[in-house]
């Protein structure tokens, strides 16, 4: 059983232009009740813009978020994953360059499209769907699971 970025990503995923302000950028945020945007210029996907992106590089050092354009912040260059990525290979993308948001893209290259986004958070969620999967499997095969993944299971699953 290995699950796909396409099981757990978001489609409708918020974008903003390079050329928006950071403070435009933000508003949308607001308005949307999320943590980053992902950047296109020209539809493509050239960066991302987070809440910590705006602390560290508006808020901490007092930039001017109506003179400051989303391309002077946003973080580039930008990690993708494909739909039919692995979630396990997903997660070690995140680990290795310390991102917890990774844009989903498909299509040929030079041609690719935006049509995702995953983040730790929304794989995070999978665990106990994971750990309940793994008891039913248990059960079905009618096998005793190691003592170490009983404990895990019986932790987990209420």
Same mark, same amino acid.
């Given at each position: 059983?290995?699950?796909?970025?396409? #099981?757990?990503?978001?489609? #409708?995923?918020?974008?903003?232009?390079?050329?928006?302000?950071? &403070? =435009?950028?933000? =508003?949308?945020? =607001?308005?949307?009740?999320?943590?980053?945007?992902?950047?296109?210029?020209? *539809?493509?996907? +050239?960066?991302?813009?987070? *809440? /910590?992106?705006?602390?560290? &590089?508006?808020?901490?050092?007092? $930039?001017?978020?109506?003179?400051?354009?989303?391309?002077?912040?946003?973080?580039?260059?930008?990690?993708?994953? /494909?739909? #039919?990525? @692995?979630?396990?290979?997903?997660?070690?993308?995140?680990?290795?360059?310390?991102?917890?948001?990774?844009?989903?893209?498909?299509?040929? @290259?030079?041609?690719?499209?935006?049509?995702?986004?995953?983040?730790?958070?929304?794989?995070? /969620?999978? $665990? @106990?769907?994971?750990?309940?999967?793994?008891?039913?499997?248990?059960?079905?095969? $009618?096998?005793?699971?190691? $003592?170490?993944?009983?404990?895990?299971?019986?932790?987990?699953? +209420?």
């Amino acid at each position: 059983m290995s699950l796909k970025i396409r #099981d757990v990503m978001v489609k #409708d995923v918020v974008t903003v232009d390079s050329d928006y302000t950071v &403070k =435009n950028a933000a =508003n949308i945020m =607001n308005r949307f009740s999320i943590g980053c945007v992902v950047v296109l210029e020209k *539809e493509k996907v +050239v960066g991302i813009i987070t *809440e /910590r992106d705006m602390l560290k &590089k508006i808020v901490a050092v007092a $930039q001017d978020p109506e003179k400051t354009f989303v391309k002077e912040i946003m973080s580039t260059p930008i990690i993708v994953v /494909r739909p #039919d990525t @692995p979630v396990e290979e997903a997660l070690d993308l995140m680990f290795r360059y310390k991102i917890k948001k990774l844009p989903v893209i498909e299509g040929l @290259p030079g041609k690719e499209k935006l049509v995702g986004l995953v983040t730790l958070t929304d794989i995070a /969620r999978l $665990q @106990p769907q994971l750990i309940k999967r793994l008891k039913q499997l248990f059960e079905e095969f $009618q096998e005793t699971p190691p $003592q170490s993944i009983d404990k895990v299971m019986g932790y987990y699953i +209420v």
